[in-house]
C-alpha cells in the first residue's frame, strides 16, 4: 500500500468488510465527490445483495 498508494481492502465471503486507505488518502477524498457518491451507492448496493462477485467480473473482463 505504502507503494503503490492503492486502499487495502479485507473481504468476507468476497464482499468487501474493511478497507484501509493511506494516511494521506483521506485529505484526497472530498476534493472527489463524484467519488465518495460513487462509493456510497456501491456500499449500498453490497448491503442490499445488489451485484456480482468481484471473481466473476474479473473473469468476464479476462474473457473480453
Known amino acids: 500500500m505504502r507503494k503503490s498508494g492503492r486502499p487495502l481492502a479485507s ?3 468476497n464482499k468487501a468488510e474493511t478497507v484501509v486507505l493511506d494516511s494521506n ?3 484526497e477524498i472530498p ?3 463524484d467519488a465518495v457518491a460513487g462509493i456510497r451507492r456501491g456500499l449500498k448496493q ?5 451485484g456480482r462477485p468481484s471473481d466473476e467480473v474479473f473473469d468476464e473482463l479476462e474473457i473480453g
Open 11 to 13: 473481504t468476507v465471503r
Open 25 to 27: 488518502a483521506d485529505m
Open 31 to 33: 476534493r472527489q465527490p
Open 46 to 50: 453490497a448491503r442490499e445483495g445488489i
